[in-house]
């Protein structure tokens, strides 16, 4: 079975100019999470995607960034326009409906992330 | 304000030995922990978890080890093996709704000697 995909892997862009980063997650996983990590501190969450709605936005850092689950299968993070301060590792993840598992069986499955240099 | 804290940016140990890791919080409503370990150019992947209920789990070489009253956890991987050799991050989450976000400290960087 397919992990989390994500692509591109890497990708280096001028600051002003968009970028879109898109996640495949595990079919069959209605829960899908977008992560960051900048400059190797803490992984920060950014949102959740039950299906095709948006769960929780709160780690959204402004209204240059904005994330997207047409049909609630695959998932897009678009930044635009980047700045410097958006570069680090973006890492996509998804997990099934915790309404259905034992909530001590549940864990995320993370994709290996895209690596944004905004320069 | 970080939440969820590793002070230990790196720790280097002998194979074979045992392995703590350490990771402290600060918010009372965190009920489930979790370490996750990261190869390079890899994402996280899942590890161990431990329920706010218990204060031991233990999988293989791996146990988790939960302190509320100190709002601490480690990790310890005993026989430590070269493949060990790793970031790990601790992480924490509030049952909250449906939302499965999770908090994460800035991770340990292991390394198993030979």
């Known amino acids: 079975e397919a992990g989390v995909t994500q692509f591109p892997s890497h990708s280096v862009i001028e600051k002003g100019q968009t970028v879109t980063l898109r996640c495949d997650p595990i079919s069959g996983h209605d829960n899908l999470y977008w992560y960051r990590r900048v400059m190797g501190k803490e992984i920060k969450f950014l949102l959740h995607f039950v299906k095709e709605s948006k769960q929780d936005e709160s780690g959204m850092p402004n209204n240059r960034f904005l994330a997207e689950r047409t049909g609630g299968t695959y998932s897009t993070l678009k930044v635009q326009p980047a700045e410097l301060e958006d570069s680090g590792v973006y890492f996509c993840?998804?997990?099934?409906?915790?309404?259905?598992?034992?909530?001590?069986?549940?864990?995320?499955?993370f994709g290996s992330g895209t690596q944004l240099s905004v320069l | 304000d970080q939440q969820v804290k590793q002070n230990s940016p790196s720790l280097s140990v002998q194979e074979g030995r045992i392995s703590i890791l350490n990771c402290d919080y600060t918010n009372s409503m965190f009920d489930y922990f979790l370490w996750y370990k990261k190869y390079p150019a890899e994402g996280p992947t899942f590890l161990i978890s431990?329920?706010?209920?218990?204060d031991k789990n233990e999988d293989g070489r791996f146990t988790v080890f939960l302190n509320k009253s100190a709002k601490h956890l480690s990790l310890h991987i005993v026989p430590s093996q070269p493949g060990d050799s790793a970031v790990y991050f601790c992480?924490?989450?509030?049952?909250?709704?449906?939302?499965?976000?999770?908090?994460f400290g800035q991770g340990t960087r292991l390394t198993i000697n030979p």
């Open positions: 992480a924490a989450s509030a049952l909250s709704g449906f939302s499965q976000k999770l908090v």
């Open positions: 431990i329920s706010s209920i218990k």
């Open positions: 993840a998804s997990s099934q409906d915790r309404t259905q598992g034992a909530w001590a069986n549940e864990k995320l499955f």
